[in-house]
């Protein structure tokens, strides 16, 4: 059966340096209170992550980084890299992105999130779904998951294609259009009210359809 939490948000986008020069005023203008920001991949910074979060913060938006996971550097580097370049520090949220091929395996993939528990005090935010790299860890089962789903990857959630384990958020289209940026982006719907949203960011309190659901 599809996770099917109540009530659900659809405020959240995530952007890199992909999406050019973006105007967050007109992102903020269309509703969009969340975004996830590639701040690295390796050891490489993204070209637009300070500008993106620094302009994104500007317009009170919630900011969420990323980094995108290699096998080309250790764990502890690699970790290390992402907390510095993204400012990370107690309570603040942090997002894993592993997947496709050539993806670390799992075990390396939980050395990181442990270095970056560490210092967020809180779990991270664990994405894959479409090219799974390998089973998670069981710790890794644990994080609040951001599931990849598009089925028909229209810009609207196709509620044939909702992932069937809990997800945090649930990425349902890679090909929305909004103002402020010019090329489609990814967007996400969360699982709880904007309230609880803007909670999870701030403290790492997961909304109540979770409640037992991450074990």
Not at 117 to 124: A, G, L, Q, S, T
Not at 133 to 162: C, E, F, Q, S
């Amino acid at each position: 059966m599809p996770f099917d939490p109540q009530p659900t948000c659809d405020v959240t986008i995530d952007v890199s340096h992909h999406q050019g020069n973006i105007d967050w005023a007109k992102v903020k203008e269309t509703g969009i209170e969340c975004v996830m920001i590639k701040a690295a991949q390796g050891l490489v910074e993204d070209s637009l992550w300070k500008t993106n979060r620094d302009r994104a913060r500007q317009q009170g938006l919630l900011v969420i980084p990323y980094t995108f996971l290699t096998t080309a550097v250790t764990p502890a580097e690699q970790a290390e890299f992402f907390i510095r370049t993204a400012g990370l520090a107690a309570g603040m949220p942090a997002a894993l992105d592993w997947e496709g091929e050539g993806a670390p395996d799992a075990a390396f993939v939980e050395r990181i999130g442990l270095a970056v528990v560490e210092v967020i005090k809180r779990d991270p935010l664990g994405y894959w779904g479409i090219q799974p790299p390998d089973t998670p860890t069981a710790l890794m089962k644990r994080w609040p998951r951001w599931i990849p789903r598009y089925g028909v990857n229209d810009g609207n959630p196709d509620l044939n294609h909702r992932p069937t384990e809990p997800w945090l958020f649930w990425q349902y289209t890679s090909n929305q259009e909004i103002d402020g940026i010019n090329t489609p982006i990814d967007a996400s719907l969360f699982a709880g009210s904007e309230a609880e949203l803007k909670a999870w960011c701030e403290t790492g309190a997961l909304p109540a359809s979770l409640a037992g659901a991450i074990v």
